[in-house]
């Protein structure tokens, strides 16, 4: 494999990589927007949909986590490739499952395939444009958001087209019921991305074509920044994504008070995704403005601001104002922190930035969504034993729920705070000092 001279060649690696990454990103929204329809038509409990919310995110994790370990020594293209059977296989299984079993089983293997994306797309775009890394990862990252909006609004069109039916009759689509659908639409971007790689030729990463030895990427992250950088991954994720999962259980209630619309939670999702696309898209002027350890500052500031403020949100004006100041907060998360360590901490190599992407969906996806569906259903049973409705009590558990992941943002905004003085005006460099900082 060799390096990418050609801009055509390039071009067409980063939108294949921008595809998988949709691909990734419109199972998310799909099955986002399928969490009640796994409680009603499976007879689940919350827990038990947080489980499969977290399983579709958690497998992300596992597959990060032990592909960054061996990718650079079989390649980027391998990652590829696994992610594009995981993808065809674990959508097929959900789309037909008949329980939770096969509901649990599908998300985590839908998951491998994004973990797979998530290991191969982030050292392949820092190699293709190494002189850019942090801006270019915002840039490959607006297409999450993209993705979200792509696979909630068809899932919203399903459910709204399914609910207009008549009362005894049953809507489908090519022989598919409305929850099937929704799943099987994650094919389409799947099958897109793997044809923009059919027979590309992969560059190898930078840390090999750098020569950076196996003990250098040991030393890289097990230094100090690294490790501080890989704990907050934990926290910053779950700011970001945990929400996500439960947004339309939360927000569904909030538009019916505000006598907006049923179902129309997931909008709310749509609308956040759609601001962070665009902020995303200027990341670059944010950078050069504020550094990337400023701007992660004021993210987290303004994203547990945003969030605890949602929980209030009772009009059309608050539900929108909180979910601007919410999204705009944690739109630049993921991408920076990982944009950071290609920065400081080159030497990780491939290793570190799958470190870091593999931490924060594993907490994510076994702790924070399957413990934002326990706190909802803990506070739901304790507003239910103090007389409320079920609607009501359920409303209160999730917001009760959402105000503990806001929290997080306080130790992460001392910490982000304390980086920013260190490097907020430093330089990033491509050398020993970043690895031994």
């Known amino acids: 494999m060799t390096q990418v001279t050609d801009d055509a060649r390039r071009s067409r690696l980063f939108w294949a990589s921008c595809m998988a990454l949709i691909a990734t990103s419109v199972a998310f929204g799909v099955i986002t927007a399928s969490m009640t329809d796994f409680i009603n038509q499976y007879g689940l409990s919350e827990t038990q949909a947080g489980w499969i919310g977290g399983a579709s995110l958690g497998g992300f994790a596992i597959a990060i986590i032990a592909l960054g370990v061996v990718i650079e020594k079989i390649g980027i293209s391998i990652s590829i490739k696994m992610a594009f059977m995981c993808h065809i296989f674990g959508v097929m299984l959900m789309t037909f499952a008949d329980g939770f079993s096969q509901l649990f089983m599908g998300a985590s293997i839908i998951a491998l395939g994004n973990g797979c994306v998530e290991a191969g797309c982030n050292p392949l775009v820092a190699t293709l444009y190494p ?77 090999v074509s750098a020569n950076v030895s196996d003990e250098e990427v040991k030393e890289s992250v097990a230094s100090p920044l690294f490790l501080t950088m890989l704990i907050c991954m934990g926290l910053t994720a779950t700011l970001e994504l945990a929400p996500g999962r439960w947004i339309e259980t939360l927000m569904g ?8 619309m049923s179902n129309g939670g997931v909008l709310v999702l749509v609308y956040g995704a759609a601001l962070m696309a665009i902020l995303r898209y200027f990341a670059g002027d944010f950078m050069k403005r504020f550094s990337p350890t ?17 929980t209030y949100a009772s009009s059309a004006f608050s539900i929108i104002a909180t979910a601007t100041v919410f999204y705009a907060g944690v739109c630049f998360l993921w991408p920076t922190m990982i944009g950071f360590i290609a920065e400081r901490v080159p030497k990780s190599g491939a290793l570190g930035l799958c470190l870091m992407g593999g931490v924060g969906m594993l907490v994510v996806g076994y702790i924070a969504v399957p413990g934002v569906g326990a706190l909802t259903q803990h506070y739901t049973a304790a507003a239910i034993e103090a007389g409320q409705g079920e609607v009501a009590a359920s409303a209160y558990g999730g917001k009760m729920a959402f105000r503990w992941i806001a929290a997080l943002a306080i130790p992460l905004a001392l910490v982000f705070h304390n980086l920013n003085q260190r490097y907020g005006s430093r330089v990033a460099v491509n050398s020993n000092e970043s690895v031994a900082v």
């Open 131 to 207: 002189e850019d890394k942090t801006v270019r990862l915002n840039k490959f990252h607006i297409f999450w958001p993209l993705g979200i909006i792509v696979g909630a609004l068809f899932g919203f069109w399903v459910t709204q087209s399914a609910a207009a039916v008549p009362a005894g009759e049953v809507w489908t689509i090519f022989g598919l019921t409305a929850m099937q659908a929704k799943l099987a639409f994650v094919l389409v971007p799947t099958l897109i991305y793997g044809y923009l790689f059919l027979g590309q030729e992969i560059p190898v990463t930078e840390r």
């Open 253 to 260: 209630p909030a538009m019916v008070d505000a006598n907006l």
């Open 294 to 310: 400023g701007v992660l500052f004021g993210s987290v500031v303004l994203g547990g601001a945003g969030l605890f403020a949602m």
